[in-house]
């Protein structure tokens, strides 16, 4: 689809440049090349004078915890920064996703409860990965004394679970 708006002398918009990398990224197959191929729309995005988002660079960094690459997840994060993007919570979520995936839920904490004091926003979603990845450490106390905080907060969560 990229190639062929290309082709035909359309150039695409941050959006749907977005809406490709998104849609690559959560296909999220390994073998399939899938992520790659999101990264190199992503360059053409830039070769093209397009300049990446906070949504572009989200939806990138997720397909690759996806891929369980967390080490590319680590530069999109800084080249956002160095951009001078600010994260959103969608941004803290797939990072504290990834984090958890990888095994450091220590640091996926640290960063949660930091984005909390540093009074960003985060959300039910947020909420929700964060309470899963301490039941998957098995740190189920710790998830429940969080459900009582919220509770107490009178924070909602979304019941329905959301599987990436």
């Known amino acids: 689809m990229f190639e062929e708006m290309v082709y035909r002398g359309i150039n695409p918009s941050l959006y749907?440049?977005?809406?490709?990398?998104d849609g690559l990224g959560k296909?999220?197959?390994?073998?399939?090349?899938?992520?790659?191929?999101?990264?190199?729309?992503?360059?053409?995005?830039?070769?093209?004078?397009?300049?990446?988002?906070?949504?572009?660079?989200?939806?990138?960094?997720?397909?690759?915890?996806?891929?369980?690459?967390?080490?590319?997840?680590?530069?999109?994060?800084?080249?956002?920064?160095?951009?001078?993007?600010?994260?959103?919570c969608v941004t803290y979520t797939?990072?504290?996703?990834?984090?958890?995936?990888?095994?450091?839920?220590?640091t996926a904490l640290q960063l949660f409860y930091k984005i909390i004091a540093y009074g960003d926003t985060v959300d039910e979603k947020t909420y929700g990965i964060v309470v899963d990845g301490l039941?998957?450490?098995?740190?189920?106390?710790?998830?429940?004394?969080?459900?009582?905080n919220l509770e107490m907060a009178r924070l909602e969560l979304d019941c329905e679970a959301d599987k990436h």
């Open 16 to 21: 749907t440049f977005t809406v490709l990398i």
């Open 94 to 106: 797939v990072l504290i996703r990834g984090l958890f995936l990888s095994g450091n839920a220590r």
């Open 27 to 88: 296909e999220g197959k390994i073998d399939e090349g899938r992520t790659e191929e999101a990264n190199n729309v992503f360059v053409a995005m830039i070769e093209k004078g397009c300049s990446p988002d906070v949504v572009t660079l989200s939806n990138l960094m997720n397909g690759y915890i996806m891929e369980k690459n967390f080490g590319q997840v680590r530069l999109l994060f800084f080249e956002m920064l160095n951009r001078g993007l600010k994260p959103d």
């Open 135 to 148: 039941c998957r450490c098995r740190r189920i106390n710790e998830a429940f004394r969080l459900l009582r």
